[in-house]
T-cell receptor
């Protein structure tokens, strides 16, 4: 069965600190996608990254970086030099397999609420 | 990318009534998904809606409570029927779009429902 675990319920940091959000997933499929989304207080879901199961390269986008390790079934997200605007709930999600050329439903983790204080 | 418009953005409803949420996409899509996010919780898939066929519901969700329509490739509605306070949630529609040989999941801005 699919499962996504975000063990950190809430994290509080001071601005400019680095912070890592953990994500551990379970799946029996060999083909799957992993996602990270940001949900600011306004409520919309902002897409951050998608990674497919065949691409274990880490990715960096500005202050954001992602570490995908299939050996530990983890897809962790690091924010470098955090800013107040990074305060939000962050969700990790998993999608198994390919359906009609695309992805299947998303299974979300419980989310991690990040508070960045000035 | 895709632009997804959801209406209404929020509503306060009386228990026992029904609310229909609309989701409009600016391009044709095969699959549309409806999710529920209860207060302080994660997102849970309600159902998958393909054009021209009955929606597929996840465990714990039934058609009588959450009827879905999918009349064409750009539009879908979700109705929350016979509402109770436990239905107070954010409801989001989502679509998959192929971009640059990859698929991406886009979400509407959500409908924040409060049942009193």
């Amino acid at each position: 069965a699919q499962k996504v675990t975000q063990a950190q319920t809430e994290i509080s940091v001071v601005e400019k600190e680095d912070v890592t959000l953990d994500c551990v997933y379970e799946t029996r499929d060999t083909t799957y996608y992993l996602f990270w989304y940001k949900q600011p207080p306004s409520g919309e879901l902002v897409f951050l990254i998608r990674r497919n199961s065949f691409d274990e390269q880490n990715e960096i986008s500005g202050r954001y970086s992602w570490n995908f390790q299939k050996s530990t079934s983890s897809f962790n997200f690091t924010i470098t030099a955090s800013q107040v605007v990074d305060s939000a709930v962050y969700f990790c999600a998993l999608s198994e397999g390919l359906f009609s050329g695309g992805y299947n439903k998303l299974i979300f983790g419980a989310g991690t609420r990040l508070a960045v204080h000035p | 990318s895709a632009v997804i418009s959801q209406k209404p953005s929020r509503d306060i409803c009386q228990r026992g009534t029904s609310l229909t949420i609309q989701c409009q996409v600016d391009s044709q899509v095969t699959m549309m998904f409806w999710y529920r996010q209860q207060p302080g919780q994660s997102l849970t898939l309600i159902a998958t809606a393909n054009q021209g066929s009955e929606a597929t519901y996840e465990s714990g969700f039934v058609i009588d409570k959450f009827p879905i329509s999918r009349p064409n490739l750009t539009f879908s509605t979700l109705t929350v029927s016979n509402m109770s306070p436990e239905d107070s949630s954010i409801y989001l529609c989502s679509v998959e779009i192929w971009t640059d040989m990859n698929t991406e999941a886009f979400f509407g801005q959500g409908t924040r429902l409060t049942v009193v």
